[in-house]
């Protein structure tokens, strides 16, 4: 079946713009997850959202960032008035969810490199 | 919060010999421990986990072991292929409701044909 997939694959944007970055996961899966991979980096917890819960935020680095998720679907993960050091790969993660098995399923990512 | 670590940060083995990658964790709540592959220019893939009621888990070449009192686990690779080359990470959380998990900082693993 389909794994996550994201969109765009690649972002290139100046310095202050906004940019939004799509998520769609796997269908059925109710936990989905955003994080940021800087270059020869691990990756940087974002944010969270299980079902109708609410979402942790506690990864987000400012308020700059900004995610929503529309019911059990597809999420978008929102950076305004980019800086350079937004420049990273963007992963996105689909899991069954709570009580299941924990696997996440992780999209290839968008990169985005802010000049 | 937990907090992960994981070495080395790069590891070169000749093919068919064996790679460790060991981690450490800071949560003694945590209790469920993945690891998972990252090929170039894809998002990473679990290739194995354990959970904390076992030492140890096998996989065919791959095997993960957990040391709880220790708090640290580790992936043993026998027989790598060029295939494995890859960044591999580890990660601890808990396998509760709340799923959340946090990441080492990777392995960079060549294997030399």
């Known amino acids: 079946g389909a794994g996550v997939s994201q969109s765009p694959s690649n972002k290139v944007t100046e310095k202050g713009k906004d940019v939004e970055l799509r998520c769609d996961p796997i269908?059925?899966?109710?936990?989905l997850y955003w994080y940021r991979q800087r270059l020869g980096q691990g990756l940087e917890f974002l944010i969270y959202?299980?079902?109708?819960?609410?979402?942790?935020k506690s990864g987000l680095p400012s308020d700059r960032f900004s995610a929503e998720r529309t019911g059990e679907s597809v999420s978008t993960l929102t950076i305004q008035r980019t800086q350079q050091e937004d420049s990273a790969v963007y992963l996105c993660?689909?899991?069954?969810?709570?009580?299941?098995?924990?696997?996440?399923?992780f999209g290839p990512g968008t990169r985005l490199t802010v000049l | 919060g937990e907090n992960v670590e994981q070495h080395p940060s790069t590891l070169s083995v000749q093919e068919g010999d064996s790679a460790v990658i060991k981690c450490t964790y800071s949560?003694?709540?945590?209790?469920?421990f993945p690891w998972y592959k990252q090929e170039l220019g894809k998002g990473p893939q679990l290739i194995i986990d354990?959970?904390?009621?076992?030492g140890e888990k096998k996989d065919q070449r791959i095997a993960v072991t957990l040391n709880k009192t220790a708090k640290h686990f580790s992936l043993h690779i026998t027989e790598t292929q060029p295939e494995d080359s890859a960044v591999y990470f580890c990660?601890?959380?808990?396998?509760?409701?709340?799923?959340?998990?946090?990441f080492g900082t990777g392995t960079k693993l060549q294997v030399i044909p």
């Open positions: 269908s059925g899966h109710t936990a």
């Open positions: 959202f299980q079902g109708n819960s609410a979402p942790d």
């Open positions: 354990i959970r904390s009621n076992v």
């Open positions: 993660a689909s899991s069954p969810g709570a009580g299941r098995k924990n696997e996440q399923f």
């Open positions: 949560d003694s709540a945590s209790n469920y």
């Open positions: 990660a601890a959380g808990s396998s509760g409701g709340y799923q959340k998990v946090t």
